[in-house]
Nanobody, 120 residues
Framework: QVQLVESGGGLVQPGGSLRLSCAAS????????MGWYRQAPGKQRELVAA???????NYADSVKGRFTISRDNAKNTVYLQMNSLKPEDTAVYFC??????????????WGQGTQVTVSS
């Protein structure tokens, strides 16, 4: 069974940094795209950043220049380096990946979410 496990959330002051990690495990044949979404209270879940297996990256306008997504294909792990954090970055961050399991069709998987709180 495929699962995504996130780590690295927490409380940080405005202007600070955090690094999120998400590791995919299980019977995995291939992973095409991995990414991060976030959901703040009372708001819809939104894409933060995504990266393909070939290294193409996509960012939300609100995080461009502050966040960097990277990926270790050998470890099936995606990272989100978040710098210059703002209070409006406060949200639950969810890892997301399109994975093809062994002997199964590709589908979207979600992590359980990790809380990021930016506050003084």
């Amino acid at each position: 069974q495929v699962q995504l496990v996130e780590s690295g959330g927490g409380l940080v002051q405005p202007g600070g940094s955090l690094r999120l990690s998400c590791a995919a495990s299980g019977s995995i044949f291939s992973i095409y795209v991995m990414g991060w979404y976030r959901q703040a209270p009372g708001k819809q879940r939104e894409l933060v950043a995504a990266i393909t297996s070939g290294g193409s990256r996509n960012y939300a306008d609100s995080v461009k220049g502050r966040f960097t997504i990277s990926r270790d294909n050998a470890k099936n792990t995606v990272y989100l380096q978040m710098n210059s954090l703002k209070p409006e970055d406060t949200a639950v961050y969810f890892c997301n990946a399109r994975i093809t399991p062994v002997q199964a069709s590709n589908q979207i998987y979600w992590g359980q979410g990790t809380q990021v709180t930016v506050s003084s």
